[in-house]
């Protein structure tokens, strides 16, 4: 049990000082009034810097689905070029050719660093080794560990996802995702589709 303790105390001093990475979806909005049916195939389109980053999104996110039992399509398979996305005849065509019921559109609003001073903090830890008396053992049984205070500096990386239904032509989901210091643009986009699909549960759309 001590060892164990001792474990814990360590642990959420490394999280302490080096910061957690974590996803959270900061602002949504649904239609309430929908009564379609539930979303069975989406195409999944990742506006993106990068084609790289916007294939590894799209088939991510289709992965995603897939394990939700809901079918996805990845964008590039229909529209190659990311120039293409400025064209609204060119993803008109790729929506028909898709038989898709909805649209993911996946937007990377920014990537910002912002300074935060961490202030200075004390955690108790078990002292081991002690073979003293009971009662001088019950004020020496743990010892303060202090950590200075310093500044360091986050990553935020904002997502907006949009899902539209194709015939009608609707709105019907949006949402904006802040992931904190992700360690990858990987970990960003499994959290981020984990996130959505169960907002869209939660709003009856899957």
Same mark, same amino acid.
């Given at each position: 049990?001590?060892?164990?303790?001792?474990?814990?105390?360590?642990?959420?001093?490394?999280?302490?000082?080096? /910061?957690?990475?974590?996803?959270?979806?900061?602002?949504?909005?649904?239609?309430?009034?929908?009564?379609?049916?539930?979303?069975?195939?989406?195409?999944?389109?990742?506006?993106? +810097?990068?084609?790289?980053?916007? +294939?590894?999104?799209?088939?991510?996110?289709?992965?995603?689905?897939?394990?939700? /039992? !809901?079918? @996805?399509?990845?964008?590039?398979?229909?529209?190659?070029?990311?120039?293409?996305?400025?064209?609204?005849?060119?993803?008109?065509?790729?929506?028909?050719?898709?038989?898709?019921?909805?649209?993911? !559109?996946?937007?990377?609003?920014?990537?910002?660093?912002?300074?935060?001073?961490?202030?200075?903090?004390?955690?108790?830890?078990?002292?081991? @080794?002690?073979?003293?008396?009971?009662?001088?053992?019950?004020?020496?049984?743990? +010892?303060?560990?202090?950590?200075?205070?310093?500044?360091?500096?986050?990553?935020?990386?904002?997502?907006?996802?949009?899902?539209?239904?194709?015939?009608?032509?609707?709105?019907?989901?949006?949402?904006?995702?802040?992931?904190?210091?992700?360690?990858?643009?990987?970990?960003?986009?499994?959290?981020?589709?984990?996130?959505?699909?169960?907002?869209?549960?939660?709003?009856?759309?899957?």
């Amino acid at each position: 049990m001590t060892k164990s303790l001792s474990l814990l105390f360590f642990i959420l001093s490394f999280l302490t000082l080096s /910061g957690c990475s974590s996803t959270k979806l900061v602002q949504s909005w649904s239609e309430t009034s929908f009564e379609g049916q539930p979303l069975k195939q989406i195409l999944v389109i990742g506006i993106m +810097r990068g084609d790289q980053q916007r +294939r590894i999104y799209e088939d991510t996110f289709v992965r995603h689905l897939k394990d939700a /039992g !809901i079918s @996805g399509i990845a964008g590039y398979t229909l529209i190659l070029d990311t120039e293409d996305y400025n064209d609204r005849a060119i993803i008109r065509d790729a929506v028909q050719k898709s038989g898709a019921d909805s649209a993911l !559109i996946a937007t990377l609003v920014s990537v910002k660093e912002k300074e935060r001073h961490v202030p200075p903090s004390v955690y108790y830890e078990p002292m081991y @080794g002690y073979r003293r008396g009971f009662y001088d053992y019950y004020g020496m049984s743990h +010892r303060a560990v202090y950590s200075p205070g310093y500044t360091t500096v986050d990553t935020v990386v904002k997502l907006e996802t949009t899902i539209f239904t194709l015939s009608p032509e609707k709105m019907i989901w949006a949402g904006t995702t802040e992931s904190f210091n992700p360690p990858s643009p990987q970990k960003i986009i499994e959290e981020n589709a984990d996130i959505i699909i169960k907002s869209m549960k939660a709003s009856n759309l899957l």
